[in-house]
């Protein structure tokens, strides 16, 4: 599936239970809260994996949205084939667990990181383990990813200096 910058593969409130493997580009996750707002979930570069858990697991509707940051190439695979296949396919399970694992597990460090550590932290562990992000998204994006305002995320910037 390609996707132009800007182009949605779903939106917050869709219906959409496929797992999207980003072969090259980049992608943003991100909430729109009650008051408009925008909250950066993830951004995904080359080799990330993703769906909405609550779309894939319950046929919910989607959570959060997945739009492409620059062009994108993603391979989109309906969650419930694979799920399906997995029951025959040791190989393939293995796989989906390992999914499963990594997924969870990147939760839990972003959830870590927003309730534990200070904006500066955030910032800091963000180019330490991303570090090409910060070339690829604007200012906004980055500060949203964090959880601040931009101004803020420029006074960070220039103390770190």
């Not at 999207?20 to 909430?31: D, I, N, R």
């Not at 190439?73 to 796989?95: E, H, M, R, V, W």
Request: aromatic share 8%.
């Amino acid at each position: 599936m390609a996707l132009e910058s800007g182009d949605h593969a779903f939106m917050q409130g869709d219906s959409n239970s496929n797992i999207y493997f980003v072969q090259s580009g980049l992608l943003k996750a991100y909430y729109i809260r009650a008051d408009g707002k925008e909250h950066i979930k993830s951004f995904l570069p080359e080799g990330s994996i993703i769906g909405s858990m609550v779309a894939l697991v319950d046929g919910d509707p989607c959570t959060f949205s997945l739009v492409a940051s620059e062009p994108t190439t993603t391979i989109a695979l309906p969650y419930k084939i694979l799920a399906d296949a997995a029951q025959s396919d040791i190989g393939l399970a293995n796989a989906l667990v390992g999914f499963l694992g990594t997924y969870g597990k990147r939760k839990e460090q972003r959830e870590y990181q927003l309730l534990s550590l200070s904006a500066e932290d955030r910032f800091a562990l963000l180019v330490e383990t991303m570090p090409d992000i910060a070339d690829r998204v604007s200012q906004a994006d980055l500060a949203a990813y964090i959880g601040i305002t931009p101004q803020a995320l420029s006074r960070i910037k220039r103390r770190l200096k």
